[in-house]
């Protein structure tokens, strides 16, 4: 009797373990701190104008920095003719609109964007081969941004902030230290780009490079070695 006691448990359990295995399990469910990403494929951009509406000295006579912005969103062509302007590609050997030491091309851009027509709020990495944005992360990042960049307003009211980023190691593996100016250089004359361009769209800007290191490379995601340099609000001017 205790060995066909002992054989009806073992029989029991079996069951239970069998019936354990179909069982769905819910989703886990992830921590507060878990970051959110924006999935698909990298968002193609439309094709930069190649003929502007204003001339170069028209563009220098009224470029000034804008810190106040209009509650409207940035049309995503708009967006595409800064970034192209930034660090386009200009012709088939690969050069780009902004001169780099041994073209090397340290910079690389990226977008907080909030408010941009046909782009959903996220922050976004552009690949200037293919002129295209490659998903970072999701949700609306000026808000954090803007903290990073010690609360200033420009950075959370404009509807799409360029960030402007830079791997110093591709420039200084070839100058040494001195390549730290070159790389410094660059980005200033895509940041002029970026100013020229948004004065021929009718745009404003302001090249920002008051903001804490850490907090900003932590919304903007970089890619190991890389740095932030410059934050640049767009939007039309209020």
């Known amino acids: 009797m205790a060995r066909g006691l002992l054989i009806g448990i073992l029989g029991l359990l079996l069951v239970l373990v069998v019936m354990g295995a179909y069982m769905v399990m819910p989703p886990a469910t992830p921590g507060a701190g878990s970051p959110a990403t924006l999935s698909g494929a990298p968002v193609t951009l439309p094709p930069p104008d190649l003929e502007g509406g204003i ?97 200033q307003t420009a950075v959370r009211d404009a509807p799409a902030v360029i960030i402007i980023a830079a791997v110093p190691e591709r420039t200084t593996a070839r100058y040494g230290e001195r390549g730290m100016r070159y790389v410094y250089m660059e980005a200033g004359h895509a940041s002029q780009n970026v100013y020229l361009q948004a004065e021929s769209l009718g745009l404003g800007t302001v090249a920002i490079g008051a903001f804490l290191d850490s907090e900003t490379a932590a919304v903007a995601g970089p890619e190991e070695g890389e740095a932030p340099l410059y934050l640049m609000p767009v939007g039309y001017p209020a």
């Open 55 to 151: 001339a170069v000295e028209a563009a220098l006579q009224g470029r000034r920095s804008v810190r106040q912005y209009a509650t409207r969103p940035l049309p995503l062509s708009a967006l595409s003719q800064l970034l192209w302007a930034a660090q386009g590609v200009t012709g088939p050997q690969g050069y780009r609109t902004a001169p780099s030491a041994g073209a090397l091309y340290p910079l690389e851009i990226l977008v907080a964007a909030g408010d941009v027509e046909g782009l959903a709020a996220g922050v976004y990495r552009y690949r200037p081969g293919s002129h295209s944005l490659v998903p970072v992360s999701a949700g609306d990042p000026r808000g954090a941004l803007s903290s990073a960049a010690l609360n």
